[in-house]
């Protein structure tokens, strides 16, 4: 946490991995998700089962994962920038119903026996569309619900949520097919999301706050979100840190189904059991969270998890014993919660509200590009030379990941405090401006003895970082040669609109802090000066009729080739 940053009323914590669920709504909530999660599974299995009936081509079985994972890289950050700007109970519930009936479509060409194995890929391809959508702004609903010392506990208890989907929905779809067809596991699914959408559309949420201002177009505000992380360290060594976990543990989703046949010469049956070996330990891994959150830092935590992962990698490139892997996958299980669980409590605590599903969107975008870039090192490695070794070394890959933490240490957040210390003052204006115009630049001038100038544009140097999260595309400080006390500190916005938005979201405890160390330079009586200035544009003029300039004479050219008045 930076050294400014103002630091909240610790609520006590409670020692329950379960205390979320006392929350009525998050309970029911939860309850629902389960439900959506298993027929979820239930529709992954239906589709891969439907298409090998439909096409002996494994190209086009391979396609529906990428199908799946597609929309994740097309919509993530547009997605985290739509649910920052509308309202997210509206997002959910347009999601929902988005996915609802995309698969209630899918059962019924399927049942009617009009699915192809394009239809197929299409139709999934929208339900991924809806899940991209709906992942950023799903993930935001839990910090709403829960008060922040317990927040770790309500991540947890979704991880398990998903797990025991894991567990449970692949064998449910199973029986389903077997017992009538993939398409009744879609509809299932398709169902499935009723759930979900009663319990949103039932949420009463707290009103608001609203803007009076135009909403933000999504480009510009998927550039606010991207500057956001790159100008806030924490956020920084979250994605670092997410990237190069997945890409170590990546090696195991890509390789444990080649290892179980190639290797250990085991059924898909057996496969099917390490994976709910790790869904328990992920289960395991909630039931200790919270005891776990007293003892170890975030740090430790992560450390801990990792290096137990690497484990787990080990031992699935060599053991043969059966209850040895039983043992290790579900370590991995719960190395996998802890790890993640952290990456998520500390990605949704350290930004503030406004920015918030942009930077879920940039940490989901991230942990999916570790995941995709490392499946294919680990699968090219394996494919080359032999799957021990690729395991092995995306295991020594994990253990030296860890050393990352003397550079990129994580911070929880959960002890900053994001309210607005004091509201921006209201700028004095002679006209108002068009919002969509700009740039605009406001400078602020102080008057700074010289032997104090080195001190004071540290202060400021700390400053722009603070403006640069906040929309800055220029920041600067400069000394007026003329009159060297004299110094101007500067910030660039795109727009007018923009610096409103700024307005609205008031004075950071941060930035007010920086503000009263640089004030305290200032010589004089008077507080310093603020101007807001406004980029000007020349607008178009007839060669004919060049512009004017007051108190001069026009030229105009005689036949004679001689100028007159």
């Excluded at 205390?19 to 979820?40: C, E, K, Y």
């Excluded at 057996?270 to 994976?275: A, H, R």
């Excluded at 660039?492 to 008031?506: I, K, L, S």
Aim: glycine fraction near 6%.
């Amino acid at each position: 946490m930076p050294a400014s940053a103002s630091v909240a009323p610790a609520a006590p914590v409670s020692s329950s991995p379960f205390s979320p669920l006392r929350i009525p709504f998050f309970r029911m909530l939860w309850i629902a998700s389960f439900v959506s999660n298993i027929g979820t599974w239930m529709q992954n299995v239906g589709a891969v089962g439907l298409m090998t009936e439909l096409t002996p081509s494994p190209i086009l079985v391979s396609l529906l994962q990428t199908a799946s994972a597609l929309p994740v890289f097309l919509l993530s950050l547009p997605a985290g920038a739509l649910a920052d700007l509308v309202d997210r109970r509206k997002m959910l519930l347009l999601t929902q119903t988005w996915m609802a009936a995309t698969a209630l479509v899918l059962a019924t060409v399927t049942l009617l026996g009009f699915t192809t194995p394009w239809l197929l890929l299409l139709l999934t391809f929208l339900l991924g569309l809806g899940g991209a959508l709906n992942n950023p702004v799903w993930q935001t609903v839990t910090p709403e619900l829960v008060p922040r010392p317990e927040l770790p506990q309500a991540i947890a208890l979704n991880s398990v949520s998903f797990n025991l989907a894991r567990a449970f929905g692949p064998a449910l779809g199973g029986l389903v097919i077997g017992y009538f067809s993939a398409g009744a596991a879609f509809l299932i699914n398709g169902l499935s999301f009723l759930a979900t959408m009663y319990m949103v559309w039932s949420w009463k949420r707290e009103p608001q706050a609203t803007s009076a201002l135009a909403t933000e177009r999504v480009l510009a505000a998927i550039r606010g979100g991207i500057r956001y992380a790159r100008f806030a360290p924490p956020v920084q060594n979250i994605l670092v840190r997410g990237v190069s976990f997945t890409f170590g543990a990546s090696a195991l989703f890509a390789l444990m189904p080649a290892v179980v046949a190639r290797r250990l010469h085991e059924p898909t049956s057996f496969y099917s059991l390490l994976l709910s070996c790790m869904g328990l330990g992920a289960v395991l891994g909630a039931v200790i969270l919270p005891r776990l959150n007293k003892y170890l830092s975030i740090n430790w935590r992560v450390a801990v998890a990792t290096v137990a992962f690497a484990a787990g990698l080990l031992g699935l490139a060599f053991a043969d014993s059966h209850w040895l892997l039983y043992s290790l996958l579900t370590l991995v299980g719960l190395a996998w919660m802890l790890v993640l669980n952290s990456f998520s409590v500390g990605v949704q605590t350290v930004v503030p509200r406004w920015v918030q599903a942009r930077t879920i969107s940039l940490y989901l975008l991230t942990i999916q590009g570790g995941m995709a870039l490392g499946s294919i090192v680990w699968g090219s490695v394996a494919e080359r030379v032999d799957i021990a070794w690729a395991l092995t070394g995306a295991a020594t890959w994990l253990l030296l990941s860890t050393l990352l933490v003397f550079r990129f240490a994580l911070s929880s957040g959960e002890t900053i405090d994001f309210t607005p210390a004091r509201p921006r003052l209201e700028p004095v204006l002679a006209e108002e401006p068009v919002p969509t115009q700009g740039p605009v630049i406001v400078t602020t001038t102080y008057h700074v003895a010289p032997e104090h100038r080195q001190a004071f544009v540290f202060i400021m140097d700390q400053l722009a970082d603070i403006r640069r999260r906040e929309g800055a595309i220029r920041v600067g400080t400069y000394a007026d040669l003329a009159e060297p006390s004299r110094l101007v500190e500067y910030f660039m916005v795109e727009t007018w609109e923009e610096h409103e938005q700024q307005h609205e979201r008031g004075v950071s405890r941060e930035e007010a802090e920086l503000k009263l160390r640089a004030r305290q330079f200032h010589l004089g009586p008077e507080p310093p000066v603020i101007a807001h200035l406004l980029a000007q544009h020349a607008l178009p003029l007839s060669p004919a009729e060049p512009p004017m300039v007051p108190g001069s004479t026009r030229l105009v050219a005689s036949t004679a080739g001689e100028a007159t008045a």
